[in-house]
């Protein structure tokens, strides 16, 4: 060692940073749509059933090239795979801004899903190259935490920039298309003006003999398609009603919760408003009477936000890139005491990086018991945990009428105990780990957890409960979800030597395709028009409970051992 060499390095603690900025962007891209979805479905013009189709389709890609990316890793090094995963979903997402049907927006999520796949495999190869065997499991939670705060932060950092990128002085005025339900508005609308509502009251004063005359006849038709000329006109007049004074009239939204822009636009006295601000006021009040019947003004923004992320992803790639290494003694600034204590206790055999792997240990992994019960883990927990990334913006609108930006602030507090949950779980993984023995100190925090979590939804079962206490139990779903994660990242790297990232993929692999059903699973227990969301409950908690019982079976006295023989065969024990 040179004189000028420093005594010890910390490069591994900017690799696992790295990683855990990758996580970050990795679950903040993967789960701004859904947020952004109740946009998207009005002005592509997509079905309920076309919305679980693009939710599940991300999962189906996603899972099953989770093996491949994996081995790709292996094969040909964590760095350069992983920027390349980088950028190619982030190319996805940027192109997500740009779709004009439901075709396309289906085929880039394909696409997107291809490019995420290897995120997870890839990280845990780093994990187990970078970090001593102690901190496999603190390591983990701290790659994994990246992700739970990028799943936190989507819902309220996407709503933000929606807002952001649709301001007050742009235009609020209705078009063709944005009266999406005609008919039913027109229904809704003539029955409260016989209840003397004060607002359709205000309203049906100002419109003109033709509007009038408009409503009644939609009213009474049963089917009627948006866009024709008499319906052109009928929004000409009511843009030139959205434009005087406010509309508001606190008794007839008593029972609604506005949304947070038109709150803050209540406060400001009605004579000192410009007309930009009166008009988007009054559209927003429109959309808060008639949720399900007009397009919401502030679903326009979701589009660049799309190419925000993208852009973004683009950062993060020049950043890995710059920051990894395939191996740590391939990094120029990691010192021979850094070395020494990443390789304390390991084999002989996991220190030498230069042989080359083989194919895909598929026999292999077949054949591990141990592997096949966490799979089913995996697959059980991921259909009750992704409840709260793709259904939970929908239960809290649709049951407690909750407005956009607290809607986010909500679904983010629940995501955001996972972070605490995955710090807790890796901690927990390492400390049981020099207490008890190896086997249960990886099955200890994924059965746990897994039951908890049952407990969490059962009780939402068979509560009354308030927004936020129902918040607050989703976020026992979130913490218990996330505290067995260490526990399965450090299992798999215990049993996987150099085909880490192919053994984590297979876990992985099963794991999605269980969020890939979820959606359809989902609709299909809670119905299409009337949303029993209670059984969706019953069906996460089943979904909990198996994943606990099955976590039972995980034994890292299974190894996975994979070698080259010198026929270049592959020899499993």
Request: hydrophobic share 45%.
């Amino acid at each position: 060692m040179s004189s000028t060499e420093p005594p010890t390095s910390y490069v591994r603690y900017r690799v696992i940073f790295a990683c855990m900025l990758m996580a970050i962007l990795l679950y903040l891209d993967r789960f701004c749509i859904s947020f952004a979805e109740v946009f998207i479905k009005d002005e592509l013009g997509l079905s309920d059933k076309q919305i679980a189709i693009i939710l599940g389709s991300f999962f189906v890609s996603y899972a099953f090239c989770q093996v491949p990316s994996g081995w790709l890793s292996d094969r040909f090094g964590a760095r350069t795979m992983l920027t390349l995963y980088i950028l190619m979903w982030s190319l996805f997402t940027a192109l997500t801004g740009f779709v004009t049907g439901f075709i396309m927006l289906l085929l880039f999520r394909l696409g997107f899903g291809v490019g995420q796949a290897g995120a997870y495999p890839t990280s845990a190869n780093i994990v187990s190259k970078w970090m001593p065997l102690s901190a496999r499991g603190i390591a983990s939670s701290m790659v994994a935490v990246g992700g739970r705060l990028g799943g936190a932060l989507a819902p309220i950092l996407t709503a933000f920039l929606i807002v952001l990128f649709v301001p007050i002085s742009q235009s609020s005025e209705l078009t063709t298309g944005d009266l999406m339900k005609p008919q039913q508005f027109a229904v809704k609308f003539m029955e409260n003006l016989n209840k003397k509502q004060e607002f359709e009251t205000t309203i049906y004063d100002h419109l003109t003999p033709e509007s009038k005359e408009y409503l009644k006849a939609v009213a009474s038709e049963k089917e009627t398609e948006t866009g024709t000329a008499v319906e052109a006109d009928f929004l000409v007049n009511l843009n030139s009603i959205l434009q005087k004074d406010t509309l508001y009239h606190s008794s007839d939204f008593e029972d609604l919760k506005l949304n947070q822009q038109a709150e803050q636009l209540l406060n400001i006295t009605p004579g000192e408003m410009n007309v930009e601000e009166r008009s988007r006021l009054n559209r927003l009040l429109l959309e808060a009477r008639y949720y399900t019947e007009f397009r919401k003004v502030q679903g326009k923004g979701w589009r660049p936000v799309m190419v925000v992320y993208g852009v973004f992803g683009i950062v993060i790639a020049g950043f890995f890139w710059w920051t990894i290494r395939d191996y740590p003694r391939m990094h120029p600034s990691c010192s021979e005491q850094e070395l020494e204590a990443i390789e304390f206790g390991r084999n002989e055999e996991d220190k030498d990086h230069t042989k080359e792997i083989g194919g895909i240990p598929l026999k292999a992994i077949v054949e591990n018991r141990s592997l096949w019960m966490l799979s089913l883990s995996q697959f059980c927990t991921n259909i009750g945990w992704l409840f709260l990334v793709t259904w939970l913006p929908r239960y809290l609108d649709e049951t407690y009428q909750v407005p956009l930006k607290e809607r986010g602030t909500m679904i983010t507090v629940a995501l955001a105990v996972g972070w605490f949950g995955t710090l807790s779980g890796g901690k927990a993984t390492d400390w049981l780990r020099n207490r008890i023995s190896l086997r249960w100190s990886r099955v200890l925090p994924i059965v746990v957890s897994r039951f908890t979590a049952m407990a969490a939804y059962i009780l939402l079962c068979f509560l009354d409960v308030s927004p936020w206490v129902a918040v607050a139990l989703f976020s026992v779903v979130a913490f218990s979800t996330d505290f067995g994660s260490p526990a399965m990242w450090a299992f798999n790297q215990d049993i996987g030597g150099k085909h880490v990232g192919s053994v984590l993929g297979w876990g992985n692999m099963w794991g999605n395709l269980g969020a890939a059903i979820a959606p359809y699973l989902m609709i299909w227990v809670i119905g299409e028009d009337d949303h029993y969301w209670s059984m969706a409950f019953v069906t996460c908690a089943v979904a909990f409970f198996i994943a606990g019982v099955a976590s039972l079976g995980v034994d890292t006295a299974q190894t996975l051992i994979v070698e080259e023989e010198p026929e270049g065969e592959l020899a499993s024990t």
